[in-house]
């Protein structure tokens, strides 16, 4: 079990589609964060977030769009994505930027 | 150079084998250190972190050698249920921020 729950679990978009991947985390963590896994590539860092302010974006497109409403919530905004954006997407979060905790993960394919 | 560095594999073992994974880091600033494991479309879980003392967890073995930069995982009497991907994470700087740079795994298929 996972003090990290992400959905949906997989999602389906076409790229036209507006659709969000939610996370939420029951650790009573400060820090959440978006993290990108696409085959053959090593997890890459999306967002940071710490007390619910961004303190970092990893040059990431604008069609990725985080929010982060309080400590215990962060989503990811998806719109107009290309087939290359499909991979696993993982949510994680952390006390005081320790070690970090991640949720199951959001599947998604770009059609 | 990458900043975060695996050999990717696949480690091929026989049970009952001692296996040991390098990772390299670029950053002489980074600060903290770990070894996650992750299983075929799973998320990473922290398999334990790697202090400069070096560190056992009953088969496990983590250490870091500050001077070459890197941090090992020692695995001995490998099971099957040891099959995963092994990825090490690295911070980013001195700072104690939670950004962690991942190695792109090391795959481990231990075979009866």
């Known amino acids: 079990e996972t003090g990290v729950t992400q959905t949906p679990r997989h999602l389906v978009m076409g790229m036209t589609n507006k659709k969000s991947l939610k996370c939420e985390q029951h650790l009573g963590h400060n820090a959440m964060y978006w993290y990108k896994q696409s085959a053959k590539k090593p997890l890459e860092l999306m967002f940071v977030?710490?007390?619910?302010?961004?303190?970092e974006n990893n040059s990431v497109p604008s069609r990725f769009s985080p929010e982060c409403p309080n400590s215990s919530h962060l989503f990811l905004h998806l719109h107009t994505l290309q087939p290359e954006d499909s991979a696993l997407y993982l949510c994680?979060?952390?006390?005081?930027?320790?070690?970090?905790?991640f949720g199951e993960g959001s599947w998604l394919t770009v059609v | 150079r990458k900043e975060v560095e695996q050999d990717p594999g696949p480690f091929n073992v026989p049970e009952g084998a001692t296996v040991a994974f390098n990772c390299t880091y670029s950053?002489?600033?980074?600060?903290?250190f770990f070894w996650y494991r992750q299983d075929c479309r799973k998320e990473p879980k922290l398999l334990m972190s790697v202090y400069s003392s070096g560190n056992e967890d009953g088969r496990f073995t983590a250490q870091l050698n500050r001077a070459s930069q890197y941090i090992s995982l020692l695995i001995r009497d490998s099971k099957l249920s040891d099959s995963a991907t092994y990825l090490c994470?690295?911070?980013?700087?001195?700072?104690?921020?939670?950004?962690?740079?991942f190695g792109q795994g090391t795959t481990l298929q231990v075979k009866p």
């Open positions: 994470a690295v911070s980013h700087g001195s700072s104690n921020t939670g950004k962690l740079i």
């Open positions: 977030y710490n007390f619910k302010e961004q303190t």
């Open positions: 950053n002489s600033a980074s600060q903290s």
């Open positions: 994680a979060s952390s006390r005081d930027g320790n070690t970090i905790y």
